[in-house]
């Protein structure tokens, strides 16, 4: 069973900076597409990013420019590199692992965006 570890949350101010880490365990790594996700309170889990097997990203349009996604194969590990952080972006932030379209979830992770 692949296990999903997320790190790296906690508060943060607005235009502040976060780094969240997300370790992979029970899984090849390297074949799977990795993605970080978030859901707000009241709201539903959005996409923020995501990278393939090959490295190809893709983010959500109100991302673009400040987050960058990047994975370790090697560290069975995948980052979400914050910047510019919006109190609207104040969520549980999840890591998500897909493989033959079968997702697999962490345990999410509180950001919290205030000052």
């Known amino acids: 069973q692949v296990l999903l570890v997320e790190s790296g949350g906690g508060l943060v101010q607005p235009g502040g900076s976060l780094r969240l880490s997300c370790a992979a365990s029970r899984i090849t790594f390297s074949i799977y597409t990795m993605g970080w996700y978030r859901q707000a309170p009241g709201k539903e889990r959005e996409l923020v990013a995501i990278i393939t097997s090959g490295g190809s990203t893709d983010y959500a349009d109100s991302v673009k420019g400040r987050f960058t996604i990047s994975r370790d194969n090697a560290k069975k590990t995948v980052y979400l590199q914050m910047h510019s952080l919006k109190t609207e972006e104040t969520a549980v932030y999840y890591c998500?692992?897909?493989?033959?379209?079968?997702?697999?979830w962490g345990q999410g992770i509180q950001v919290t965006v205030s000052s």
């Open positions: 998500n692992a897909t493989r033959a379209l079968i997702p697999t």
